[in-house]
T-cell receptor, first 118, second 114 residues
Framework: DTGVSQDPRHKITKRGQNVTFRCDPI?????LYWYRQTLGQGPEFLTY????????KSRLLSDRFSAERPKGSFSTLEIQRTEQGDSAMYLC????????????????FGPGTRLTVT | GESVGLHLPTLSVQEGDNSIINCAYS??????FIWYKQESGKGPQFIID?????DKRQGQRVTVLLNKTVKHLSLQIAATQPGDSAVYFC?????????????FGSGTRLQVQP
């Protein structure tokens, strides 16, 4: 399977604990996005990387959240001191480099990690 | 600012019927739209896209119509099948920034009755 993968698929944690999620994008894609999706809503942009550089973070991303993509391949999203309001589906997406994508804006999504904070 | 939304949260159709899912947007400068399908427990999956220089685009069993005058687009699914049951989102990529993040509407759940 050469699609975007995410691990774990489900995570249940107690309030105050730290959690880390991993995303493996499609290998030819140098752009990687993190979104958050709450029940009944569409995904909301959190942050994105071009290669290993994190270029922008949404205001949704509080200082308890940190994302990395150390070698420009897989990415991790860590949430420290989790709160019940962090319960959501965390989606990763990747896309082609702009030089290849041109006018193609499609993003390829992984299956998501569903986080439940009790 | 940009706003992508939907008229109906849930649509129930009989298998074999045609489905129409609607989406409204607020930015008259919006140039490009994508429809995504999200099945339970999965990430969104690209269905079809359309640019503002078109008013209709067809794919396999799907047609997207764009009415720029009233800032409205629709996704039509012909001969709806049980496998079409999912939540459908219209999404708009940022065209004027390098990040190209997608802005999604809240989605319409399509339920196909056998």
């Amino acid at each position: 399977d050469t699609g975007v993968s995410q691990d774990p698929r489900h995570k249940i944690t107690k309030r105050g604990q730290n959690v880390t999620f991993r995303c493996d994008p499609i290998s030819e894609h140098n752009r990687l996005y993190w979104y958050r999706q709450t029940l009944g809503q569409g995904p909301e942009f959190l942050t994105y990387f071009q290669n290993e550089a994190q270029l922008e973070k949404s205001r949704l991303l509080s200082d308890r959240f940190s994302a990395e993509r150390p070698k420009g391949s897989f990415s991790t999203l860590e949430i420290q001191r989790t709160e019940q309001g962090d319960s959501a589906m965390y989606l990763c997406a990747s896309s082609f480099p702009l030089t290849l994508a041109g006018e193609n804006y499609e993003q390829y999504f992984g299956p998501g990690t569903r986080l439940t904070v009790t | 600012g940009e706003s992508v939304g939907l008229h109906l949260p849930t649509l129930s159709v009989q298998e074999g019927d045609n489905s129409i899912i609607n989406c409204a947007y607020s930015n008259s400068a919006s140039d490009y739209f994508i429809w995504y399908k999200q099945e339970s427990g999965k990430g969104p999956q690209f269905i079809i896209d359309i640019r503002s220089n078109m008013d209709k685009r067809q794919g396999q069993r799907v047609t997207v119509l764009l009415n720029k005058t009233v800032k409205h687009l629709s996704l039509q699914i012909a001969a709806t099948q049980p496998g079409d049951s999912a939540v459908y989102f219209c999404a708009e990529p940022e065209m004027d920034t390098g990040r190209r993040a997608l802005t999604f509407g809240s989605g319409t759940r399509l339920q196909v009755q056998p």
